[in-house]
């Protein structure tokens, strides 16, 4: 994404993920509003992407809050990270609600955009929970404005009082809001993931045996009420409904993987803070398989063949609180 600002003449601000210079304008030297929007650039990316679950409409409202903040008189702005917040959540909470209106006509299971995450994201757990499929999908039953004061406050620690300016609503009522969403989650939230050995060791053999075939393998690494998700948009073939079960998920995985006629390659990755494995078939990037691992054994799969999905796979995208 390319951002052209009109207060800073030439200023180039490059894409949401962290690639690109970090220096703008022909002149050599980045304006001040530019200086400020590339200091939070990451930040404002990561809170649009966890309202919206997805990158190409996070970089969008990231280059909507760009023009916004061009025009800003700064000797006005006390708290510019604030003012910046504050913009690119009410741009996405706009967003959330033209989103919702097309997964109602969405082609299957919904899911969230994968993002190849860096390691520094999974070392930040309370960011890697977060940015999960799992989770990510939890606050996909939340409200837009629920949704809004969830991730401002809980992931990111905002006071009631900037959240309040941020969604339109009383520093009061966010509480309420805030209290509500809180209880929401908590409800449905994904069970404690385990150590990190165990997940690795996990995702080891659940790797081997998704490539050998291994159907006892595979039964012996997926919990019972394992669930498998996918998401082809209608695109890619991919299931159109939850698989619910070890037997029935291992079967389903073992006779895909008999039936492909192309060379199968799977490459652990870490996508949205997770282990996750990239799938290729005949070396062209074919779909992700995020993988959640508790207490050793898998718990849920979530796989994306939705090519419209797949843009951020071929660089680590940089998330911050």
């Given amino acids: 994404m390319t951002v052209i600002g009109s207060r800073d003449q030439g200023a180039d601000v490059t894409s949401a993920n962290g690639s690109g210079g970090d220096h703008c304008g022909r002149g050599g ?17 990561t809170v649009a992407y966890e309202m919206l679950g997805s990158a190409a409409d996070a970089e969008d409202v990231l280059q909507e809050t760009w023009l916004r903040w061009a025009g800003v008189d700064l000797a ?42 860096s390691p520094d994201v999974a070392e930040d757990v309370e960011l890697a929970d977060s940015v999960s499929m799992a989770m990510m999908l939890v606050m996909e039953t939340l409200a837009p404005t629920e949704r809004a004061v969830f991730v401002l406050r809980e992931v990111f620690d905002v006071g009631y009082d ?28 994904p069970r404690g993931h385990g150590s990190p050995q165990r997940t690795r060791d996990a995702l080891d053999a ?15 690494v997926l919990a019972p009420d394992v669930v498998l998700l996918g998401d082809g948009g209608g695109i890619k073939q991919a299931v159109l409904r939850p698989v619910v ?10 006779g895909g993987l008999r039936k492909a006629t192309a060379e199968v390659t799977l490459r652990p990755a870490l996508v949205n803070g997770g282990p996750a494995l ?28 939705n090519p419209e999905k797949l843009s951020h796979m071929d660089r680590e995208t940089v998330l911050r609180r």
Wanted: aromatic share 4%; glycine share 8%; no cysteine.
């Fill in 29 to 45: 030297g980045a304006g001040p509003a530019t200086e400020d929007f590339l200091t939070h650039r990451n930040l404002l990316f």
């Fill in 76 to 117: 006005e702005v006390r708290d510019r990270r604030a003012y910046l917040v504050r913009i690119t959540t009410r741009l996405a909470l706009t967003r959330l609600r033209t989103l919702g209106r097309r997964k109602e006509s969405y082609v299957g299971s919904w899911l969230p955009e994968p993002l190849l995450t």
């Fill in 162 to 189: 900037e959240i309040a300016e941020a969604v339109g609503k009383s520093s009061s009522a966010v509480r309420q809001i805030a209290h509500r969403a809180r209880a929401h989650v908590a409800a449905r939230r």
């Fill in 206 to 220: 659940f790797r081997r045996a998704v490539e050998t075939g291994d159907l006892q393998g595979l039964l012996d």
């Fill in 245 to 254: 079960g070890a037997d029935k998920v291992a079967r389903l995985l073992q």
């Fill in 278 to 305: 990239v799938l290729h078939l005949d070396g062209v990037l074919d779909g992700v398989l995020a993988v959640r691992v508790d207490d050793g054994l898998v718990t849920g799969l979530y796989a994306v063949r």
